[in-house]
Nanobody
Framework: QVQLVESGGGLVQAGGSLRLSCEAS????????TAWFRQEPGKEREGITC????????YAILSVKGRFSISRGNTRNTVFLQMNSLKPEDTAVYYC????????????????????WGQGTKVTVSP
């Protein structure tokens, strides 16, 4: 199991930027894959981007490509989500998820594949 803590959410105007952080701890922290999901009220949790902790390879869904980027910190226990050119439709609670046995492939991250979740951080983008 991995314990995850997100931070960095907040209120921003459309066109602005935010950087979310996900700090992992526990014996399996930094292994496998880490992903970011988001969830709007009344909607399903959506996988948006994933990074493989072993080699840094990444995947992102089309709607955020070119605007959002996932990266690792200096240690493999920290993963960032840099969000640029934010739009009101990006408003959601953003969750970090990890699984030590997973390798991200060229597919939308599936919430059922991830065993560890953070508590979420709220991002609100005003028009």
């Amino acid at each position: 199991q991995v314990q995850l803590v997100e931070s960095g959410g907040g209120l921003v105007q459309a066109g602005g930027s935010l950087r979310l952080s996900c700090e992992a701890s526990g014996p399996q922290a930094g292994y496998g894959a880490t992903a970011w999901f988001r969830q709007e009220p009344g909607k399903e949790r959506e996988g948006i981007t994933c990074i493989n902790n072993s080699d840094g390879s990444t995947y992102a869904i089309l709607s955020v490509k070119g605007r959002f980027s996932i990266s690792r910190g200096n240690t493999r226990n920290t993963v960032f989500l840099q969000m640029n050119s934010l739009k009101p439709e990006d408003t959601a609670v953003y969750y970090c998820a990890a699984d030590a046995d997973l390798y991200c492939s060229d597919a939308v991250p599936d919430k059922t594949d991830f065993g560890s979740w953070g508590q979420g951080t709220k991002v609100t983008v005003s028009p």
